[in-house]
């Protein structure tokens, strides 16, 4: 399929996304890992700027649009929540919440992507 620079981006929102499930993953299960410290990915927009993408325009008329692609270099973080006596910080509650918002971020982008596939078989004459 053609690789244009929203297909680019939405891969790399779900790549970034399952990252993140990844590490939440580790973090549930060190939760009783005494010293564990959590750690998340920092945010794909954060990310974005990171890695120094920038938005550019392919024609003067055009509305800025996402013109690069993201590498599966996210920066991982540290979370910043207070431990338990034996240093651990996972916080299992908040780390259902994480994942519960990974997984929006990941069918979002999925949904993006559909979308933007169909748009394109119905641009070439194809459907199905």
Do not use: W
Not at 17 to 41: F, V
Request: glycine letters at 8%; proline letters at 2%; charged letters at 20%.
């Amino acid at each position: 399929m053609i690789q244009t620079g929203l297909m680019k981006m939405v891969h790399d929102a779900a790549s970034h996304a399952a990252n993140r499930q990844t590490l939440i993953a580790r973090n549930i299960a060190n939760a009783d890992t005494p010293g564990y410290r959590a750690s998340d990915l920092a945010s794909f927009a954060e990310s974005l700027d990171a890695l120094g993408i920038e938005l550019r325009t392919t024609r003067a008329g055009h509305l800025p649009a996402s013109g690069g692609a993201a590498s599966d270099r996210f920066a991982v973080i540290e979370r910043t929540t207070e431990g338990s006596p034996n240093g651990n910080n996972v916080s299992l509650e908040n780390e259902m919440m994480q994942s519960t918002e990974a997984e929006q971020q990941h069918q979002t982008a999925l949904s993006i992507y559909s979308s933007a596939r169909d748009i394109l078989r119905t641009s070439l004459g194809r459907t199905g």
